[in-house]
């Protein structure tokens, strides 16, 4: 039989243990906000479209033109965007986490560009 001392320094080695293994957890990200109110598309959007997209995606040979001028008829008219379910939107899915285009987007932007379409996906 185990002595009280054994005993007790068994529970500390364990009580140790548990706390070094689950006390910090620090992969876990929280998501990043989009900006608050409306996003305008004119204002948000097509400026992030002009910073890191249109130097590929700019009616040559990649598809899905987002130059100024057609970028919102493209997107809306071309399937890129599902109003009833914004995290489906082929927009999104290609710069969320694990999409082809996720380099060329940050967390705010990804963040933005759902909070867009969740509201609606205007041409503002």
């Not at 039989?1 to 548990?18: D, F, H, Q, W, Y």
């Not at 899905?64 to 890129?80: K, M, R, W």
């Not at 060329?104 to 759902?114: F, G, K, N, Q, V």
């Amino acid at each position: 039989m185990k002595s009280n001392r054994e005993i007790k320094a068994l529970a500390v080695c364990l009580i140790s243990c548990l706390i070094f293994t689950t006390g910090c957890y620090y992969d876990k990200v929280l998501p990043a906000e989009a900006p608050e109110g409306e996003i305008s598309y004119t204002q948000d959007m097509q400026p992030f479209f002009d910073a890191s997209c249109v130097s590929c995606h700019n009616g040559g040979g990649v598809p899905l033109n987002l130059e100024a001028s057609v970028s919102y008829a493209e997107l809306i008219f071309g399937g890129y965007i599902d109003k009833a379910n914004p995290k489906n939107s082929t927009l999104y899915e290609e710069i969320n986490t694990g999409g082809d285009m996720e380099q060329y987007a940050t967390d705010i932007e990804r963040a933005m560009t759902l909070k867009w379409i969740e509201q609606g996906a205007q041409n503002n």
